[in-house]
């Protein structure tokens, strides 16, 4: 199998980046989780009454993705690489939304919470990038195969 290294270090980070997103989506919607607890006042002025919409969009659109395009990667399955590039996109939307809809409402919080949404911005770049790597360097035609040229 070409580029082994690559496909094992986008595995990785989808799965990182997919547990971690399913396990703050469930702490945003249930409150379970006590690091993952915050006060409704961080959503003043956004279109969300409480962390419900925020945090199933954490845990099935970003962790759902990213948990998906591993295994898909990792079963070698064609759409893989498309889902790849997809999460990461999805990822780095999630956080640039929570920066603008909530990070002047942080407070002493605020360095915290930007290294990770940064931290989390970046695993998002670098999932699209070696999703993007792949496509390249596979020649990666997706659906090509089934549109009639006739």
């Known amino acids: 199998m070409k580029h082994k290294f690559v496909r094992f270090t986008l595995v990785v980070v989808e799965a990182f980046v997919g547990i971690w997103a399913v396990i703050g989506g469930v702490g945003l919607v249930t409150g379970a989780i006590p690091l993952i607890q915050f006060p409704l006042s961080l959503l003043q002025g956004t279109l ?19 948990l998906f395009a591993a295994a898909a990667i990792l079963t070698r399955r064609e759409v893989g690489v498309l889902a790849s590039a997809l999460a990461g996109l999805f990822t780095m939307g999630f956080e640039v939304v ?16 930007l290294v990770q949404q940064i931290t989390i911005f970046v695993l998002g770049l670098t ?17 090509t195969r089934y549109i009639s040229h006739a």
């Open 48 to 66: 969300f009454s409480d962390f419900t919409i925020p945090g199933l969009a954490l845990g099935i659109l970003i962790g759902g993705s990213s």
């Open 98 to 113: 929570e920066v603008v809809s909530v990070n002047s409402k942080w407070g002493d919080a605020f360095p915290i919470a």
């Open 127 to 143: 999932i699209f990038g070696l999703a993007e790597y792949l496509w390249r360097a596979e020649g990666h035609r997706f659906l």
